[in-house]
């Protein structure tokens, strides 16, 4: 998997067990940062573009208990020879 796609992958899978913490003062601020501002945040933004990225909608990153599984997937099945040999 390419050093990119971790980066991406790591992103989206903290901001997953953000929203799923046992904190509910903590799901309730990843909650209101990811979703009714994703482009004023970091963390929002970083989802926005990893869902785009792994082709991936927001409901299903939302709803999908396997989301590491989903990204390793696409990441291996999306790539070819020139996206290997890009330095």
């Avoid at 209101?32 to 927001?58: A, D, Q, R, T």
Wanted: include cysteine; proline fraction near 2%.
């Amino acid at each position: 998997m390419p050093l990119f796609d971790i980066i991406c992958k790591r992103a989206l899978l903290f901001a997953k067990k953000c929203l799923n913490s046992s904190s509910e003062i903590f799901r309730y601020v990843s909650e209101y940062v990811g979703f009714h501002g994703p482009n004023f945040s970091v963390m929002g933004s970083n989802v926005l573009f990893g869902c785009e990225y792994f082709k991936m909608s927001l409901d299903d990153f939302i709803h999908y208990d396997s989301v590491g599984e989903y990204i390793v997937h696409m990441s291996l099945h999306k790539r070819d020879t020139e996206s290997y040999s890009r330095a």
